[in-house]
């Protein structure tokens, strides 16, 4: 990831280049990834698959960790490629509605501190995926410009 001058802070990413922007928005993409398989692991884990309707014990398949990974991993590669702004914005404010819900559930806490992490993350990477579509100079054109 390419860094701001303050040092190695992935909430300062230096947006200025079209490799700043480009390793702040692949860097999203791996974030949508890790968010998208978390999403599974843990409905996996605490036993979310199955949701009781009615009562007399019946169940039903829960489809939504499965949505939030597919629209994690189309996420995932259209930030990978530098693009993706609504895709990435849909998972931002997925995230930003689970945040909200261990905030207000005063639960799972560490939960929420990957949460805002990714969601940080996220942000950067929209920020840098605007950026590129913008059109920032590469670092070959920068050069070229004091020659």
Same mark, same amino acid.
């Given at each position: 990831?390419? $860094? ?7 909430? +300062? ?16 993409? *791996?974030?949508?990834?890790? $968010? ?11 036993? +979310? ?6 009562? $007399?014990? +019946? ?52 939960? *929420? ?24 100079? *590469? ?9």
């Amino acid at each position: 990831m390419s $860094y701001s001058e303050h040092g190695s802070r992935f909430w +300062q990413v230096d947006l200025t280049t079209a490799d700043g922007a480009r390793s702040a928005a692949r860097s999203a993409g *791996t974030a949508a990834f890790i $968010y998208g398989g978390l999403a599974v692991l843990v409905a996996m884990l605490f036993g +979310q698959l199955f949701v009781p309707i009615g009562k $007399y014990g +019946q169940t039903s398949f829960n489809l939504m960790p499965f949505g939030i990974s597919f629209l994690a991993v189309v996420a995932g590669f259209r930030l990978r490629d530098g693009k993706g702004l609504i895709a990435g914005s849909l998972l931002a404010v997925v995230v930003v509605f689970n945040v909200l819900a261990n905030l207000a559930s005063l639960s799972g806490w560490g939960g *929420t501190a990957i949460n805002v992490v990714v969601l940080i993350v996220l942000v950067q990477g929209l920020r840098g995926a605007s950026a590129l579509r913008r059109g920032l100079a *590469t670092a070959d054109e920068e050069l070229a410009a004091f020659d």
